[in-house]
């Protein structure tokens, strides 16, 4: 393994320049079962070390615990790293187990206090609105988050899972200058009108989960018998029964071509969603999740893959064949309202 730092690239047209490949940070200590807070934190250091710069967490990731997690590591690279986080997911104080999206004015206000008071920082680098709330004009949630970047609160806006014509009138109101959505050889639902709206506007695309949540490589075959009860991948459709025996026997074209490599299956997973940014003229920055020092190594190694034609034409009939929606209830993704 190299020590060669990444690329960088700009993120929107005047955003922040990141590594080509970022970090999410949610499985550090939320949402896939138990983990090594030891192991988690080498990680954040040796993505730092590689150029990895862009660290994804949100407010809703353990209702604030993930935000306290990254913490200290922030503070102590606060010149090296960009701040990602996310408001919107609200939590009802009488169930903790639910979310309640929201995108009102007041609620935006608390959030950013509260992530800002977590992170024990002055500024946020780019703060996301996590999730639509259909009932709130998006020019109206925009110009508030617009008002935060004004009053040096933070630095620049996205947006997640918002539809071709959501970021258009979120431009119009604010420079927006990422969107992060799904997108990997399993879900690739927004290239058909997210995809060219980027591109028109000058909008980087974040994919988040471009390892298909860890089942493109190879990690696990069935959510329900495979992971611990309280692993948030045994409640998506995808990954549980018949739609999980149908979707490992997609991986074989991933696996012929990582075999031919001396590479893994998630390295040429990561390898395409990197290649998204040549193929489609975009900033593309996936941000794959990791809690151990060995996978930031080898997916920062995907960086350095050259997919070509002929295995790209082998991957690209995945997509269309996957069964199973990506979550339970679509409605909250952006191929839920297209």
Same mark, same amino acid.
């Given at each position: 393994m190299t020590d060669a730092r990444i690329p960088t690239v700009r993120l929107g047209e005047d955003g922040p320049e990141v590594g080509?490949?970022?970090l999410g940070c949610m499985g550090m200590n939320f949402g896939y079962g138990p983990t090594d807070a030891g192991q988690a934190r080498a990680a954040l250091d040796r993505a730092l070390e590689l150029?990895?710069?862009?660290?994804?967490?949100?407010d809703a990731y353990g209702a604030g615990e993930n935000e306290r997690f990254l913490s200290p590591f922030f503070k102590a690279h606060r010149d090296e790293v960009v701040i990602?986080?996310?408001?919107?997911?609200s939590i009802p104080p009488d169930d903790p187990t639910k979310r309640i999206i929201r995108n009102d004015a007041p609620y935006i206000r608390e959030a950013v206090e509260a992530s800002l008071k977590r992170l024990d920082v002055d500024v946020i680098d780019l703060y996301y609105m996590h999730r639509r709330d259909v009932n709130v004009p998006i020019e109206e949630t925009v110009g508030?988050?617009?008002?935060?970047v004004?009053?040096?609160k933070v630095k620049h806006l996205g947006l997640s899972e918002v539809t071709a014509d959501e970021l258009r009138a979120a431009h119009a109101v604010h420079p927006i200058a990422a969107v992060q959505s799904e997108w990997s050889l399993f879900s690739r639902d927004i290239e058909a009108r997210v995809v060219p709206a980027a591109r028109d506007l000058g909008v980087a695309l974040v994919p988040y989960s471009p390892l298909g949540r860890g089942f493109l490589t190879g990690s696990f075959t069935n959510a329900e018998q495979d992971l611990t009860a309280d692993d948030f991948r045994r409640q998506q459709p995808r990954f549980t029964g018949a739609n999980a025996e149908a979707n490992? @026997?997609? #991986? *074989? /074209? &991933?696996r012929q071509i990582a075999e031919a490599r001396g590479a893994t299956l998630?390295?040429?997973?990561?390898?395409?969603?990197q290649q998204r940014a040549s193929v489609t003229g975009l900033a593309v920055v996936p941000i794959p999740g990791t809690r151990k020092p060995g996978r930031v190594e080898e997916n920062v190694a995907a960086t350095r893959i050259t997919l070509t034609?002929?295995?790209? @034409?082998? #991957? *690209? /009939? &995945?997509?269309?064949?996957?069964?199973g929606d990506r979550y339970p209830d679509m409605r909250f993704a952006s191929a839920g309202r297209e």
């Amino acid at each position: 393994m190299t020590d060669a730092r990444i690329p960088t690239v700009r993120l929107g047209e005047d955003g922040p320049e990141v590594g080509v490949q970022g970090l999410g940070c949610m499985g550090m200590n939320f949402g896939y079962g138990p983990t090594d807070a030891g192991q988690a934190r080498a990680a954040l250091d040796r993505a730092l070390e590689l150029g990895v710069t862009l660290y994804d967490t949100a407010d809703a990731y353990g209702a604030g615990e993930n935000e306290r997690f990254l913490s200290p590591f922030f503070k102590a690279h606060r010149d090296e790293v960009v701040i990602a986080t996310k408001f919107a997911l609200s939590i009802p104080p009488d169930d903790p187990t639910k979310r309640i999206i929201r995108n009102d004015a007041p609620y935006i206000r608390e959030a950013v206090e509260a992530s800002l008071k977590r992170l024990d920082v002055d500024v946020i680098d780019l703060y996301y609105m996590h999730r639509r709330d259909v009932n709130v004009p998006i020019e109206e949630t925009v110009g508030t988050m617009a008002e935060l970047v004004r009053e040096g609160k933070v630095k620049h806006l996205g947006l997640s899972e918002v539809t071709a014509d959501e970021l258009r009138a979120a431009h119009a109101v604010h420079p927006i200058a990422a969107v992060q959505s799904e997108w990997s050889l399993f879900s690739r639902d927004i290239e058909a009108r997210v995809v060219p709206a980027a591109r028109d506007l000058g909008v980087a695309l974040v994919p988040y989960s471009p390892l298909g949540r860890g089942f493109l490589t190879g990690s696990f075959t069935n959510a329900e018998q495979d992971l611990t009860a309280d692993d948030f991948r045994r409640q998506q459709p995808r990954f549980t029964g018949a739609n999980a025996e149908a979707n490992a @026997a997609l #991986l *074989e /074209p &991933i696996r012929q071509i990582a075999e031919a490599r001396g590479a893994t299956l998630g390295q040429i997973a990561l390898a395409w969603a990197q290649q998204r940014a040549s193929v489609t003229g975009l900033a593309v920055v996936p941000i794959p999740g990791t809690r151990k020092p060995g996978r930031v190594e080898e997916n920062v190694a995907a960086t350095r893959i050259t997919l070509t034609e002929e295995e790209l @034409a082998a #991957l *690209e /009939p &995945i997509a269309s064949r996957v069964s199973g929606d990506r979550y339970p209830d679509m409605r909250f993704a952006s191929a839920g309202r297209e």
